[in-house]
């Protein structure tokens, strides 16, 4: 179960992709501070912008230059 400071961080983030990732850098580190000493997160993927394989490769590789790593639900 994730923290209520995670749900926000996601929702966030969710909204920035719909608003051409304006202020995703900053979202990114809202979100790492909310994991704390986490690092990994569960993301939806039918709320990502391309839910294909190619797209999620890409936000993956993106988060983990920034430090977190991406899980997708089921």
């Known amino acids: 179960m994730t923290s209520p400071a995670v749900q926000q961080a996601l929702e966030d983030i969710y909204t920035s992709f719909n608003q051409d990732n304006l202020n995703l850098d900053?979202?990114?580190e809202k979100l790492?501070?909310?994991l704390g000493g986490?690092?990994?997160v569960e993301m939806t993927p039918t709320r990502l912008p391309h839910n294909n394989r190619e797209?999620?490769?890409l936000l993956q590789s993106y988060?983990?230059?920034k430090?977190?790593?991406v899980k997708f639900a089921e």
Do not use: L
């Open 63 to 65: 988060f983990k230059r």
């Open 26 to 28: 900053a979202q990114i």
């Open 32 to 34: 790492k501070t909310a």
């Open 55 to 57: 797209g999620r490769k």
């Open 67 to 69: 430090g977190v790593i």
């Open 38 to 40: 986490g690092k990994e």
